[in-house]
């Protein structure tokens, strides 16, 4: 029986205003965009809605995070509903006493199916370079510590949020759990360093679908933010890892839009049988179990 999904991955610009609810409009018009082509989901850039915030420090950072159930959130829920689509929606999760940088997956009737929180929290020091502005994460951020797997109407879909992709143990754990396609909301800028960064955007990214077999749509922001240098250059990559599907620009908003074929993810996990020759057994010393 033949499996297709149309994705949609909505690269997003600068955010200038430190009220995520001015956000919201653009948030549902690019919702509508994606509809509008097709798309049976969508998914936005990492803490899409806001500035990225973490690459200055602030005591008044609460400012940035919602609940869920917040009601300033509510119309992007009911845009994607409304217009049946499905949403990787990225943002600032706060829950209790802790905040969290997480994705919320809500299915095509607005159900939320559940929230990934970002496992790897980096921290970067602050050069002279332009664009060299660090990032203070780890200030404000708790790490997540599961890695769901969301049954989006029949097709298995797992997150990575920015840093966790340069970490191959998060993914191939996801793929493990049967996940098919790996959403990826991402905020990169170069921190003036082109060449550590900028030259080498679509690595880890192809490495990560190509060593798991598995889709991975890789969607970043784009533009000049007060001196921070987003790569852009959101993709969609095939299993194999060799065909990047669609790119976005470096320098602007976005919607990228493919089809994805599900049953090329079993063709290339046989393809290429990593599968079948793993030896989980001997890899206990890297503390990570059968990963």
Excluded at 131 to 138: I, L
Aim: hydrophobic fraction near 40%.
């Amino acid at each position: 029986m033949e499996r297709k999904i149309k994705v949609a991955a909505a690269q997003t610009g600068p955010v200038l205003s430190d009220d995520w609810r001015d956000s919201v409009r653009g948030a549902c018009a690019m919702i509508e965009k994606a509809a509008r082509a097709g798309a049976d989901v969508v998914c936005f850039s990492e803490l899409f809605m806001t500035p990225f915030f973490p690459n200055t420090l602030t005591h008044d950072f609460d400012r940035y995070f919602a609940t869920p159930s917040d009601p300033g959130l509510k119309p992007v829920f009911d845009s994607a509903a409304d217009n049946h689509i499905a949403l990787v929606f990225p943002f600032g999760e706060k829950n209790g006493a802790h905040y969290y940088n997480a994705c919320l997956v809500a299915d095509k009737d607005g159900r939320h199916l559940g929230i990934y929180r970002k496992t790897h929290i980096p921290a970067i020091l602050p050069s002279d370079a332009p664009g060299g502005t660090g990032s203070y994460e780890k200030f404000y951020f708790s790490p997540g510590t599961e890695f769901p797997v969301f049954d989006l109407h029949g097709v298995k879909v797992g997150i990575q949020i920015c840093y966790d992709r340069k970490y191959p143990e998060g993914s191939r754990l996801l793929a493990l759990k049967g996940a098919e396609i790996i959403f990826m909301p991402i905020c990169a800028a170069t921190y003036g360093e082109t060449k550590l960064r900028g030259n080498t955007w679509e690595l880890p990214l192809q490495a990560r679908a190509y060593e798991n077999g598995v889709y991975v749509v890789g969607v970043n922001r784009a533009g000049d933010e007060r001196g921070r240098n987003h790569i852009g250059r959101s993709m969609i990559i095939d299993p194999i890892g060799a065909e990047i599907m669609a790119i976005a620009s470096s320098e602007t908003a976005e919607l990228l839009v493919a089809t994805l074929d599900l049953e090329h993810v079993a063709t290339a996990q046989v393809s290429l049988p990593w599968w079948r020759d793993r030896r989980p057994e001997l890899y206990r010393e890297l503390g990570v179990g059968s990963a």
